[in-house]
Structure formats: structure tokens, C-alpha cells
Nanobody
Framework: VQLQASGGGLVQAGESLRLSCAAS????????ISWHRQAPGKERELVAS?????TTKYEDPMYGRLTISRARSTVYLQMNALKPEDTAVYYC????????????WGQGTQVTVSS
């Protein structure tokens, strides 16, 4: 499985950004693709997930400002009302639905939000 994350960039506070995660080589019939972020000096944290069936789940601290969606083999993360504290490298990953062992990761895309 290969995941290719893209769409990051530099935006101002309050603006929006859409990240993409293009997946290839998935052989599992059921899976969950997630977005995570890691800010400098902080641990990586989960922000949103979507299953192959379209079930979504959102986590703090971006709850209410995100929409995760999918179109065929690409998963999108629409981020609205961005804040400087959202600055981080954003990664996508894939796991099986019954555990949290991520078996593939994208390379990460930098999101920088200026005040």
C-alpha cells in the first residue's frame, strides 16, 4: 500500500485548506484511512478518520472545523477556520477497522497558519 499526502501550504488564520491522500495498492476489503498531525515538539495526534464504507469520526482539537471525505481511492481533509496552533505536518495512514495498528503512512504535508 502507498499513500501520497498533498495539499499543504501557508495560509492566514481563518482561511481554509484541503488536503488529499491518494491511496494505491489497497488489497483489504475493509479499512480505515486517517489523518494525523504533528506539531514541532509535540506527539503525533489523530484528527479524523473515514472507513471504506464512508463512516467518519472526528477528534479534538479540530472538531467542528473538519470534513473528511473520499472519492474512489483519494481521501480529502477539508480544514476550515484555521488557527496558528493548527500548524503541523499532516500525515495520512491506513489501518484495519478492528485495531489501531497503522500499516502504512503517507510522507506528510506541511500546513503553516500565520496569525
Amino acid at each position: 500500500v502507498q499513500l501520497q499526502a498533498s495539499g499543504g501550504g501557508l495560509v492566514q488564520a481563518g482561511e481554509s485548506l484541503r488536503l488529499s491522500c491518494a491511496a494505491s495498492g489497497i488489497t483489504e476489503s475493509v479499512y480505515v484511512i486517517s489523518w494525523h498531525r504533528q506539531a514541532p515538539g509535540k506527539e503525533r495526534e489523530l484528527v479524523a478518520s473515514i472507513s471504506n464504507g464512508g463512516t467518519t469520526k472526528y477528534e479534538d482539537p479540530m472538531y467542528g472545523r473538519l470534513t473528511i471525505s473520499r472519492a474512489r481511492s483519494t481521501v480529502y481533509l477539508q480544514m476550515n477556520a484555521l488557527k496558528p496552533e493548527d500548524t503541523a505536518v499532516y500525515y495520512c495512514s491506513i489501518r484495519r477497522p478492528w485495531n489501531f495498528e497503522y500499516y502504512a503512512w503517507g510522507q506528510g504535508t506541511q500546513v503553516t497558519v500565520s496569525s
